[in-house]
C-alpha cells in the first residue's frame, strides 16, 4: 500500500527533474526577449531556482533519503511549448507577451505542485521540509506576479500596438504613443486596480 509519504516523495522527485529542466530553459528565455526588463527576470528566476534545486536536496535529507529525479512529463511539454511559442513569434511585437504567457505556464504548474507538497509535509509532521516549500513557494508566486506585471506594463501593449512603441515609454502607460488609437485599448486603469494578479 502506498503511504502519503511515498507520494511526497514522488512528487518530490518530479520536482526536482523539473527545477533541472527550468534551469535549462530560463537562459534561453532570457535570450529570445527582447524587453531587457523580461531579460532580467528570467535571468533573476534562474538563480532563484538554482536554490530550489538546493532546497528540494535538503527537503529529501529532512526525509532521510536522498534527492533522485523522476521525468516530469508536464514540464518537458510545457517548455517544448515554450520553444515553439519562441520560434512561431521571433521578430514579432507579440514576442515578449508571449514568452511571459509560456513563462507563467510553468510557474502556475510550480505553484500547484509545491502547494500540494506543502499542505502533505504539514500532514506529514516535517517543519523543516515544510519551512522549505514555503520558502520556494513564495518565490514562484513573486516570479509569477512579476511576470503579469511586465505583461501589463509593457509586453501586451507592446503586442496590442504592433511594436512601434517607445522603449522610454515601459513605465508609463498614460503617456500616449504617437500612434495610439483611441477606443481599441482595453486596458483601463479600474480593471488593473481590481484583477488579481494571480
Ligand atoms: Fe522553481
Ligand atoms: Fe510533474
Ligand atoms: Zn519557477
Known sequence: MKTLRDLFLEELKDMYDAEHRIIKALPKLAEAATCEKLKAAFLGHLQETKGHVTKIEKIFKSFGETAEAKKCQATVGLLKEGDEIAAENKGEPTLNAALISAGQKVEHYEIASYGCLHEWAGQLGNKE???????????????????????????????????DKDESDNEASDKQPADFIPGVRPLQSSWKEKAPLI
Do not use: M
Open 129 to 163: 521540509a515544510g519551512e522549505l516549500l514555503e520558502l520556494i513557494l513564495d518565490e514562484e508566486k513573486a516570479a509569477n506576479t512579476k511576470l503579469t506585471e511586465l505583461a501589463r506594463t509593457n509586453s501586451n501593449e507592446e503586442a496590442l500596438l504592433g511594436g
